[in-house]
């Protein structure tokens, strides 16, 4: 009699739970349906796919109020249920899955691979063509694309395809060599554009998600991903020039993502990809690009002047070494000698002074005994590198602290910066 009281009550017992789940089932059916009425109810069922998706149906229940009996086990008569709603959009993709996904299928269309086409000759002076392969970003519906410098630098021909295969000639506009930038322009044939949107890179932070989308070796708008790896990196070019401020990425970046956008978890643009730190000539894992601040900064006066107009010390600059310094019995080995000054310029109104004795070491003809600049605006100069990095982002008209030894002593003098003048343009 008991074991049959027993079987009643487990049956009704499930019975109930069946409807309960029914029940369920339909309201969560009835739910999903709801949800496609407007914006914010869509919002609301994604939330549920995603608790669905990192909690499981423990997770969901719990969000619905109903707990999980000790001996009625009704999770696995209540997964039938959810299966209704399981059918109405939930993924197999874990949220940050889903999130490259979106940002791919966003942008990957605003990404172009540049080829480029140079000329070398032989002793016969046959011309000898060397390609080369890179990323850009379009940043307007008036064609322009972000790249690098080193990518466009001496190339003779640029061609420009987009994610459809259409394929430009391109018009380099612009050239920034101590940012490793340039701008591209294509004359769109009617069609929108699609374009990457800047983000910013002052608040970055070392760990947050990055996305790289560019062409290495060829293969058309790949997606990597990584984290921002460091931050305010100073890094030397094969020129020999120091651009201050890199980020630091591990996305995988190979030959054929340099110019391609970084990006964080919205889809912007944090950065330009540059170089990459290696010993095989692939990824290693150490990646750096271009803080997008730094080309929202030039990019204006790329498309405007073709250059990036900066601040300058009206002054003939001698880099020191050992040589020179032992030559002349200087203080110091390392700094930038002042030659001379422009008469009635900037600097020597300010107080700088340019040497008297003239000299001819080698080639180099100089007046020896001037100030040796040793600190620019907190940067301390020891050779051209440090002197063009340090006044990178200045701009005529601005005034800096310089800091000056004469003889045994240090000097800081406040000097108003003129335009740079074509011959110091960096080589």
């Known amino acids: 009699m008991s074991n049959s009281s027993n079987d009643t009550k487990r049956i009704v017992g499930i019975v109930f739970l069946v409807i309960i789940a029914s029940l369920i ?224 990425t591990d996305a995988s970046i190979n030959p054929g993502n340099s110019g391609g956008p970084l990006l964080d978890s919205h889809g912007k643009m944090i950065g330009i990809n540059t170089t990459i730190y290696t010993t095989t000539g692939s990824s290693m894992g150490i990646g750096f690009a271009v803080p997008v601040d730094t080309a929202i900064r030039v990019i204006p006066e790329l498309i405007e002047y073709g250059k990036v107009v900066r601040g300058w010390i009206d002054i003939s600059p001698v880099q020191l070494d050992s040589r020179i310094s032992s030559y002349g019995d200087l203080p110091v080995d390392n700094g930038i000698l002042v030659s001379k000054v422009t008469a009635k310029g900037k600097a020597e109104t300010a107080g700088i002074r340019g040497g008297s004795e003239k000299v001819k070491y080698g080639e180099l003809i100089f007046f020896l005994d001037g100030d040796i600049i040793v600190e620019i605006a907190g940067i301390e100069i020891k050779d051209f590198a440090d002197y063009f990095s340090a006044l990178e982002s200045t701009k005529p008209g601005d005034t800096i602290d310089i800091v000056v030894l004469r003889g045994d002593k240090r000097i800081t003098l406040d000097v108003e910066l003129v335009e740079r003048p074509e011959q110091y343009e960096w080589e």
């Open 25 to 248: 089932g339909y309201g969560i059916y009835s739910w999903t349906e709801h949800l496609k009425v407007s914006e914010q109810e869509r919002i609301l069922q994604e939330a549920a796919q995603t608790v669905l998706r990192e909690k499981g149906e423990t997770g969901l229940l719990e969000l619905a109020g109903i707990s999980e009996e000790d001996d009625a086990g009704p999770l696995g008569i209540i997964a039938d249920a959810l299966s209704v709603f399981s059918s109405q959009g939930y993924s197999d993709f874990t949220a940050d899955e889903q999130e490259n996904i979106d940002i791919y299928a966003q942008f990957n269309k605003a990404v172009v691979h540049i080829t480029t086409q140079k000329y070398s000759y032989n002793l016969i002076l046959e011309a000898i063509p060397e390609s080369g392969t890179g990323s850009g970003s379009i940043i307007d519906q008036e064609g322009h694309i972000i790249t690098n410098y080193h990518l466009i630098d001496g190339a003779e021909e640029v061609y420009v395809s987009l994610y459809d295969g259409t394929s430009y000639v391109g018009e380099i506009i612009g050239r920034d060599k101590e940012n490793d930038l340039a701008v591209i322009k294509i004359e769109p044939k009617g069609e929108k554009l699609t374009t990457i949107e800047f983000g910013s890179s002052k608040n970055l932070k070392i760990g947050q998600k990055a996305l790289a989308i560019g062409n290495p070796f060829g293969y058309d708008r790949t997606l990597t991903e990584g984290i921002v790896s460091g931050l305010n990196r100073p890094i030397k070019t094969d020129s020999n020039l120091i651009m201050l401020n890199m980020i630091q």
